[in-house]
């Protein structure tokens, strides 16, 4: 049985830092990819960062990038997400996805090639 399960969201003023956790069981093989998305009320659920946990290869939305830093431990099946310089167009809850199957560089940014989910952590940035 699947699980992510993430925690560390919270409230922060402008400029301030936040880390998110993403525990992740129940997986026979180690996902191909992992990411991070966020969905504010009224708007689609988006990309933030990725990771490919083999390759170590990260990819960023524009909008955070130089702010965001995602790492995963493969020892501990955590993936992390570090925030700095949050800004109030931040707030969103933050949700953790893994694929076990190919995600091309193009799409690693789609919910839709991702088909495990946790629950989800708001992040409220004033």
């Known amino acids: 049985h699947v699980q992510l399960v993430e925690s560390g969201g919270g409230s922060v003023q402008a400029g301030g830092s936040l880390g998110l956790s993403c525990v992740a069981s129940g997986f026979d093989d180690r996902p191909y990819c992992m990411g991070w998305f966020r969905q504010a009320p009224g708007n689609k659920r988006e990309g933030v960062a990725s990771?490919?946990?083999?390759?170590?290869?990260?990819a960023y939305a524009s909008s955070v990038r130089g702010r965001f830093s995602i790492s995963k431990d493969n020892v501990k099946n955590t993936l992390y997400l570090e925030m700095n310089s949050l800004k109030p167009e931040d707030t969103a809850v933050y949700y953790c996805?893994?694929?076990?199957?190919?995600?091309?560089?193009?799409?690693?940014?789609?919910?839709?090639?991702?088909?495990?989910w946790g629950q989800g952590t708001q992040v409220t940035v004033s």
């Open positions: 990771i490919r946990p083999g390759a170590t290869t990260t």
């Open positions: 996805a893994a694929s076990v199957e190919y995600i091309g560089s193009w799409a690693t940014f789609s919910p839709y090639k991702y088909k495990y």
